[in-house]
């Protein structure tokens, strides 16, 4: 019978957790002279390890875990431009990725174009090099916080925030699907300028047009704005959208919802 250690133990890396660094003879031919490189790298069974960790933690809802870069498709009938745009934008964002920047992503495009399958696919791939990663719905996150000042709940607003402020990357879905309030307004610029200030990355996708709000240029619109459907400045303030040019590189997405093109084919 086979011992149970003997199988679980790494054969790259004897189960340390370090293995030569790559391109280094170590190990290979022990004798030779040229072999002192002693150099280690930490071995993919870790890596592995790490990622699933980070996975784990991340809070991707299930029905977006399979969302890659690479799975994002743009050689369909009819695939607007900007879609192939915005699939090299993101790998590019992530490729070069600094955590001392800072720099965020804001993805703006109606239903169904693939800004949540983007943002997935971006935290995906820097959790695969080890880079914590959160996600969280918009209006979910702002519940949890509200639920958190609940006498009966033991969270605070804090256990809600702390990973929320600290995380390296967070992707916010749905700026905006909130009915704006004082208070709604005043908890998102905590949190976006809070992550700003600390060269925190933050990925946030929209549905909303990056418009100002009704009214602020001037009576025309006031009047108009019966008839316009709501924009970003209405729903998250104007103060907060200007900020968010400063923050973010954008990426506007146009065209259908997908599911509705392929919703009898195999994507999903
Ligand atoms: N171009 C695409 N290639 C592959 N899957 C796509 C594409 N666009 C959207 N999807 C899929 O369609 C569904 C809806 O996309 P989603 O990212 O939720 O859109 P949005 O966030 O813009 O509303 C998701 O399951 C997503 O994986
Ligand atoms: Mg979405
Ligand atoms: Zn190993």
Wanted: net charge positive.
């Amino acid at each position: 019978m086979p011992t149970t250690t003997q199988a679980e133990v790494c054969p790259l890396c004897d189960g340390t957790g370090w293995k030569p660094l790559a391109g280094s003879p170590q190990g290979k031919d022990k004798n030779k002279s040229t072999n002192n490189d002693r150099r280690v790298t930490r071995c993919d069974c870790r890596l592995r390890a790490r990622n699933q960790t980070l996975l784990a933690t991340a809070r991707i809802p299930p029905r977006y875990e399979h969302c890659e870069l690479a799975s994002y498709t743009t050689d369909f009938p009819g695939a607007h431009p900007s879609l192939a745009f915005a699939q090299v934008s993101a790998t590019r964002f992530a490729q070069e990725y600094d955590p001392r920047d800072g720099t965020g992503l804001l993805i703006i495009g109606k239903i169904g174009t693939g800004k949540t399958h983007l943002a997935v696919g971006i935290i995906k791939e820097l959790m695969g090099r080890g880079i914590p990663s959160l996600f969280y719905d918009y209006r979910e996150l702002l519940k949890e916080i509200q639920n958190s000042y609940n006498a009966t709940v033991q969270t605070t607003e804090l256990d809600v925030l702390r990973p929320v402020f600290e995380s390296d990357v967070l992707v916010l879905d749905e700026l905006g699907a909130v009915k704006p309030t004082e208070w709604v307004w005043d908890t998102v610029s905590l949190i976006l300028n809070t992550r700003y200030n600390n060269k925190r990355t933050t990925i946030i996708t929209t549905n909303f047009d990056d418009q100002p709000p009704a009214g602020a240029n001037g009576a025309v619109s006031i009047a108009r704005a019966a008839t316009r459907s709501e924009t970003l400045g209405d729903r998250i303030g104007e103060r907060m959208r200007s900020r968010l040019h400063e923050m973010c590189r954008i990426i506007k997405m146009e065209g259908d919802d997908f599911r509705q093109k392929f919703r009898s084919a195999s994507f999903r």
